[in-house]
């Protein structure tokens, strides 16, 4: 039988079979994918073939092989630093949720996101949420944001999950289409799926006002069937997010506004650190590269940790 997995608790796996039929599966015995050495070996969204296994009453599904991914979004995993986590698989998009506090979802953090998605071919829009909670100069910080990155190439949408604000420019971006929403706890990713599918009634939680920071409310990645004709993949909140199997001197490739310049750098290969008639740094100087999205790239090939953060301004704090 070929179904879609759309939802793993680790070990257990909800599998949409072709004729609609949902089964509880297990995996076959070690599972590997192509060398790549995760913590889930099966993700959401992943097209899988099983056999039922009929026990009693129950059938049980068994997971016996995987087709080839389209594309991932993977990172390292919480737990065990070298190794990795996929998210989720076979994505036509991904909605990373941003909001300026309550939490802050700092440049660093939007920066690395980008280059996994850029890197493993997810086309990717930024959702500014919580719009209707901010002064007139958090308001500039957002348009500040959202201009950078919209004139790097990336869809970026100002939005209200709670009061619907632009709302409906997510549903119709959505149709036809499998889409992740990803971001930090707290974003609000629960609060915007009962949004564009009221019925749904995913768990919300409120902010924690002791440390600013949003609470779980989604444990494992799942899959979702929306009534305008998409489908949704919510993930549990993410506090960092660390790239996985790149070389330092590929990071540059993976953020649109370098890879353009590249070309005119005296050096091919050029990492647009010290190396004279560098064309990234004289943009950078002129102003046509943002502080903020260079300092995110040299964090990235220095391999310094995500700890510290990058202001919009590009400014450590």
């Not at 997995?5 to 949409?16: D, E, I």
């Not at 192509?34 to 068994?62: M, Q, Y």
């Not at 993977?74 to 941003?98: M, P």
Request: aromatic fraction near 10%; include cysteine.
């Amino acid at each position: 039988m070929e179904g879609t997995v759309y939802k793993s608790t680790g070990s257990w796996y909800t599998v949409k079979a072709t004729d609609g039929s949902f089964y509880e599966c297990r995996i076959k015995g070690k599972f590997r994918i192509k060398g790549i050495k995760s913590t889930n070996p099966i993700a959401v969204g992943d097209n899988v073939h099983f056999e039922l296994d009929e026990k009693g009453e129950e059938k049980v599904g068994v997971i016996n092989s995987i087709e080839d991914r389209k594309n991932y979004i993977i990172r390292k995993s919480v737990n065990l630093s070298k190794q990795t986590h996929i998210i989720a698989a076979n994505l036509d998009q991904v909605f990373l949720l941003i909001t300026l506090n309550n939490p802050t979802t700092y440049t660093i953090f939007i920066d690395r996101f980008l280059v996994t998605a850029e890197a493993y071919q997810v086309p990717t829009v930024l959702v500014f949420n919580k719009i209707d909670t901010y002064s007139d100069a958090e308001k500039n910080e957002i348009k500040f944001l959202m201009s950078l990155y919209r004139e790097i190439g990336y869809t970026c949408i100002g939005i209200s999950a709670k009061t619907g604000k632009n709302v409906d420019m997510i549903k119709e971006i959505m149709i036809g289409k499998t889409s992740m929403f990803s971001g930090h706890s707290g974003v609000g990713k629960s609060t915007l799926i009962n949004a564009v599918e009221p019925g749904l009634g995913i768990k919300t939680a409120k902010i924690s006002q002791q440390h600013l920071q949003g609470q779980h409310t989604t444990t494992f990645a799942e899959m979702f069937d929306l009534s305008f004709g998409a489908q949704i993949i919510d993930t549990p909140g993410i506090k960092g997010f660390g790239i996985v199997d790149m070389e330092k001197e590929e990071i540059g490739d993976y953020f649109p506004e370098l890879f353009q310049l590249k070309q005119d750098c005296k050096f091919n290969n050029c990492i647009h650190m010290d190396e004279p008639q560098c064309a990234v740094k004289a943009a950078l100087e002129d102003g046509k590269v943002s502080w903020s999205r260079y300092k995110s790239y040299v964090q990235m090939i220095t391999g310094e940790d995500e700890n510290y953060r990058i202001d919009i301004h590009g400014e450590r704090k």
